[in-house]
């Protein structure tokens, strides 16, 4: 008896052509999968993810990762609309996470006199002189990244180790002229600025400030910490002299100047550490008109922090606005002293290049006190700048006395200590076992390395300054930035400060037992940024269903030798999935 097929030959024919056809194309490239949008390929992609850490190429599905794995794994996502990138061999990161940075001062500083690297005061004050000559009348004249410690020639006549303005006075005898020092932490102003600020011999130190003066009691133009407000009060005076469309306008060109300097340098997301209510609002419009292709993570600025208004507060607050371009939930950053440059960081020992000086409590504990406990009412992770090593003690003791208080979980707070620069070695273990996060900034430890052994002597500085290797040991998180504009955005600088250790303009390492390999520093900025801000489900890592946000180098960080690092720079910045910054 013949057995009739299920089907006529004609069918069976037909189903093996097509199952050939259908091999044949997906061979050929035809997608067999749900086209992406985009796809980086013919690449180096660390990943970030333990589970599968490298690949070559990445396939971006909207603002997610697809896929990440081999050129052929990744073909299936190419279809007829896809756009493919060729990353011609160079590295694919996750996008650089500035945890430590000033946002709006960013902006503001890249419309001044930038005096970063200026190799003397008198270099400086010819450039005063020359922006004095097309000043308008009356006109304030603004810069910024001065420090005394890095010039090759001395400054003239000095007062408490800073210049004095006399040639300042000379440049520009008709504008006023403010020069904010690197740090942040001191400013000088011409005599111009102090006759309308009101400063003069018989002025006080204002609370959490110094006024320099010198041996007769005149003021030098050195103003410290707090004593900075006097002069920028009467700066804000002329400023509001502006029409409200005047001022708008320069704001809002200020805030691209500092999204696009952050993309420029590879970074997808941001965070600032302080603004107002009034900055907030506008940047939350911005956002909603599409204008904010960066991610921010704004903190809210102490002065906004008032027990009689919480209810504005906690109106700011939000998580993952606009598709996760502006997260505000923590306050900060809360200044509980000054910074070494300025000998006002708070020490437990005098400096030892100022042995009746011990540094200033910028912000009183018990204000401190305060806002942490509205923090904690509310919800809000809290952020205290601390450089000293006094400062990080005072800060660590009230931050366990609250969570004691509270019955608190430490390590669900995620609470900070921004910079942690200088700690004695007995605190080094307490981040780890309270769950504080040490926000550091891998530049700064190279940077400001040639003035530390004068400030702090070998001892104090070998055990505590920029511990990096210490706390990581101990398990704490460590998270890296720049304090931009302290320092220039510029991740690649604090990543091969974080792993060299080379201190600027000398043959030297900076204590190298300190550095952190590159996967750890690699970490710092991106898994411990998103950790830290708690995004690490979101972003952090190249992983399936996370944010595309995605830097592309022009050098392999991670196997490039040392001195080649510095030379990297961005080719691409893509956040969300979209290409926002293209450095070809």
């Known amino acids: 008896m013949t057995t009739r097929p299920l089907l006529p030959h004609r069918s069976v024919r037909a189903i093996f052509a097509l199952s050939a056809l259908a091999a044949a194309c997906t061979t050929a490239g035809t997608p067999s999968a749900t086209p992406a949008d985009l796809v980086l390929k013919n690449g180096k992609v660390v990943t970030m993810d333990s589970t599968n850490p490298q690949g ?29 990138i060729d990353l011609q061999g160079h590295l694919a990161i996750p996008g650089f996470n500035e945890s430590h940075g000033h946002f709006t001062g960013l902006g503001q500083d890249l419309t001044e006199l930038d005096l970063m690297g200026v190799p003397t005061w008198q270099d400086i004050v010819g450039m005063v002189a020359n922006a004095a000559k097309t000043a308008k009348p009356g006109a304030w004249i603004q810069g910024h990244g001065w420090h005394q410690e890095k010039w090759n020639k001395s400054p003239g006549r000095v007062v408490e180790g800073f210049q004095t303005n006399d040639l300042l006075n000379a440049a520009s005898p008709n504008n006023p002229v403010i020069l904010e020092h690197a740090s942040g932490h001191a400013l000088v102003a011409n005599a111009v600025a102090l ?94 008109e599409g204008d904010m292709p960066l991610r921010l993570y704004i903190l809210v600025g102490q002065n906004e922090v008032r027990p009689d208004d919480v209810d504005s507060l906690v109106s700011h607050r939000m998580i993952d606005y606009g598709n996760g371009h502006l997260t505000v939930r923590a306050i900060g950053e809360i200044t509980s002293d000054g910074a070494l440059g300025s000998r006002s960081a708070w020490m437990l020992k005098p400096y030892d290049d100022d042995p009746t ?77 309270m769950g504080v996060v040490a926000s550091m900034q891998g530049i700064h430890a190279c940077s400001d390395a040639p003035y530390v052994l004068p400030r702090l002597g070998f001892k104090r500085a070998e055990e505590g300054a920029y511990a990096w290797q210490s706390l990581w040991k101990t ?65 952090g890592s190249l992983t399936p269903g996370r944010w595309a946000d995605i830097t592309v180098l022009s050098r392999d960080i991670m196997t490039v030798p040392p001195d080649s690092i510095l030379g990297t720079r961005a080719l691409y910045t893509i956040v969300g999935g979209q290409v926002v910054y293209t450095g070809q």
């Open 357 to 433: 000086n011990s540094g200033l409590n910028v912000t009183k504990m018990s204000r401190i006190r305060e806002i942490a406990e509205i923090g904690i009412a509310h919800d809000f992770q809290i952020s205290v700048h601390a450089i000293g090593d006094r400062a990080n003690r005072e800060t660590l003791d009230l931050y366990q006395q609250l969570f004691q208080e509270h019955h608190v979980k430490s390590d669900t707070l995620r609470w900070r200590i921004e910079h942690a620069q200088h700690l004695s070695p007995s605190d080094i273990p307490r981040f780890a076992q």
């Open 195 to 288: 006759k309308l600020a009101g400063i003069g011999p018989n002025t006080p130190n204002p609370p959490g400030g110094r006024i320099i003066k010198d041996a007769s009691g005149k003021p030098t133009g050195i103003l410290v910490d707090g004593a900075q407000g006097l002069v920028r009060k009467a700066l804000a005076a002329d400023l509001a002299k502006r029409t409200p469309a005047e001022a708008a306008a320069d704001f809002r060109h200020q805030i691209h100047l500092a999204t696009q300097n952050a993309l420029a340098n590879g970074v997808t997301t941001f965070q600032d550490m302080g603004e107002s209510f009034a900055t907030i609002d506008t940047i939350k419009k911005m956002v909603d």
């Open 475 to 539: 398990g704490a998180v460590v998270t890296n930035g720049t304090d931009v504009p302290v320092e220039k955005i510029s991740p690649i600088a604090s990543f091969h400060c974080s792993v060299t250790r080379d201190m600027v303009g000398t043959d030297s390492a900076f204590f190298p037992a300190q550095k952190l390999t590159r996967q750890q520093a690699l970490q710092t900025y991106t898994v411990n940024g998103a950790y830290v801000e708690f995004h690490e489900r979101q972003t």
């Open 56 to 84: 070559q190429a990445i396939a971006v599905t909207g603002d997610k990762v697809t896929a990440v794995g081999s050129d052929a794994d990744i073909q299936k996502y190419v279809g007829p609309k896809t756009r493919v």
